[in-house]
């Protein structure tokens, strides 16, 4: 039977920088609040989270650098809002940012998470912020909670012992 490693939605003593665009700010504040919320339930102190306000999407990235650069915080929530318009600026947002993050991620190995909406309606943004579909921002903040300690376990070498087999 294979090990199975998995993180917990507990905050400890992890700090986090929550990145949060202003454009579509009627969708972003509750992806902010189910983002906070989840965070302070897994208690997390309020001084313990720090939040961005941006202009866009565009500018999370950024952002979530700059953030990284201080090395103050465990993770880092990116949360905005990109609704489908009559042109493909769109697409070319969602493909930046979202190449980004993933980069960011990687190459710094602070947990980046992806709490961008990409939807073609308003209707269907409001759903994923808090309506019938959940909240986007929760779960990213559920996320951001989980990567923090398995990585925080990893680290430590809080795994058990690989069993060795006889000879």
């Not at 999370?60 to 600026?89: S, W």
């Not at 991620?105 to 990409?118: A, E, I, Q, S």
Request: glycine share 8%; net charge negative.
């Amino acid at each position: 039977m294979p090990h199975i490693y998995e993180g917990q939605p507990v905050a400890g003593a992890a700090r986090f920088a929550i990145c949060v665009a202003r454009y579509n700010e009627h969708i972003t504040k509750r992806l902010l609040d189910g983002a906070l919320e989840t965070l302070k339930q897994a208690g997390a102190a309020d001084q313990s989270i720090d939040v961005f306000w941006v202009p866009g999407a565009f500018e999370l990235p950024v952002t979530a650098a700059r953030a990284i650069d201080t090395k103050r915080y465990a993770a880092i929530i990116c949360l905005g809002a990109v609704i489908r318009g009559e042109t493909t600026h769109d697409q070319h947002i969602n493909t930046a940012i979202s190449h980004q993050f993933a980069e960011l991620g990687v190459r710094t190995g602070v947990p980046v998470l992806f709490g961008v909406l990409t939807c073609d309606t308003l209707e269907q943004a409001v759903h994923r912020a808090g309506g019938n579909v959940g909240n986007k921002g929760a779960e990213c903040a559920d996320a951001a909670l989980r990567m923090v300690d398995l990585l925080t376990k990893v680290a430590l070498g809080r795994l058990p012992v690989a069993e060795q087999e006889p000879r």
